[in-house]
C-alpha cells in the first residue's frame, strides 16, 4: 500500500477537497487583514466618531469573516484527517486478511501505524496547507504593496 499526495486526494470526497480550499485561502488573509487593520489606528486620530465606528464595524467584520474561514478550515481538515484515518484503516484490515497475518500484528499495525501515520503525515500535510497558503497570499501582498520592502520580506 503507497500511502502519497494522490491517495489522500483520492480517498477524499470532491466537497470537501473544494471546502478546504476555498477556507485555505480566506483564512490565508489572517497576516494580510492585521497588518492593514491595526496599520490604519495612527490614521484614526482626529476622526470623527461617525469614522471611529465605522471602522469599528467594517473591522469587526473582517474579523469575524477571516477567523470564522479559520476554525472553519481546521473543522475540514479534521474531517479529511478522520476519513483518511478510516480509510487508511480499513485498507490495512484488508491486507492484513489477505496476508493472513496472525491477528496481534494486524490489530498492531491498524492500531499503533495507522495513528503514526495520521499523526505524522495527515496532521503535517494539513499544517503544511495552512501556513503555506498563508505565507503564500502574504508574500503576493507585500510584494503588491512595496516591491522592494516585498524582497526584504520574503529574503527575511
Known sequence: MNINFKWIIKNLPFWLLILIVITLIAGGFEGVINGIILGQFPNLVGKSGTDLILFLIKSTIIFVATYTAIVLQNIFLNMARKRLRVKLKKTMLINSFALKEDAASG???????????????????????????????????????????GIIFVAF
Do not use: P, W
Not at 495520521?118 to 516591491?147: E, H, K
Open 107 to 149: 490489530l498492531n499495525h491498524i492500531s499503533n501505524d495507522a495513528t503514526k501515520i495520521d499523526d505524522q503525515y495527515f496532521a503535517v500535510i494539513a499544517g503544511i496547507l495552512s501556513t503555506g497558503t498563508a505565507a503564500i497570499i502574504s508574500t503576493i501582498y507585500v510584494l503588491r504593496v512595496n516591491l522592494l520592502m
